[in-house]
C-alpha cells in the first residue's frame, strides 16, 4: 500500500491549495484518512480526518478554512485549505487507517509535502 500526497507549494497569505493523497495497492477497507502537519522542532499535529461513516474532525485552527473529504471511488482525499496563514506553514502529511484484508489492519503514511505561506 502506498499513499502519495500532492498539491504543496508557495501561496501568499490569504490564498488557497488543494492537497491530494491517492492510496493505491492492496485495500480491503480504509476505515479513516486524515492530514497532519509538522514543522521543525513540533511534534506532529492534526489537522483533519474523515472517517468511513462520513464524520469529520478538525484542530481548532484550521476550522471554518479547510475542508477535508473524499472520493471513495478513486481511494483518494483532499485538502482545501482556504485563508491561508503563514503559521499554516508546514509539512503535510497524509495518514490511512486501513484493512489490507479483513482481519489484517494498519496504518500508512505518505511522504510529506511542503506548503509555505508567505508573501
Known amino acids: 500500500v502506498q499513499l502519495q500526497a500532492s498539491g504543496g507549494g508557495l501561496v501568499q497569505p490569504g490564498g488557497s491549495l488543494r492537497l491530494s493523497c491517492a492510496v493505491s495497492?492492496?485495500?480491503?477497507?480504509?476505515?479513516?484518512m486524515g492530514w497532519y502537519r509538522q514543522v521543525p522542532g513540533k511534534q506532529r499535529e492534526l489537522v483533519a480526518v474523515?472517517?468511513?461513516?462520513?464524520?469529520?474532525n478538525y484542530a481548532d485552527s484550521v476550522k471554518g478554512r479547510f475542508t477535508i473529504s473524499r472520493d471513495n471511488a478513486k481511494n483518494t482525499m483532499y485538502l482545501q485549505m482556504n485563508s491561508l496563514k503563514p503559521e499554516d506553514t508546514a509539512v503535510y502529511y497524509c495518514?490511512?487507517?486501513?484493512?489490507?484484508?479483513?482481519?489484517?489492519?494498519?496504518?500508512?503514511w505518505g511522504r510529506g509535502t511542503l506548503v509555505t505561506v508567505s508573501s
Open positions: 495497492g492492496s485495500i480491503f477497507w480504509i476505515n479513516a
Open positions: 495518514n490511512a487507517d486501513l484493512n489490507e484484508t479483513w482481519n489484517r489492519r494498519r496504518e500508512y
Open positions: 474523515s472517517t468511513v461513516a462520513g464524520s469529520t
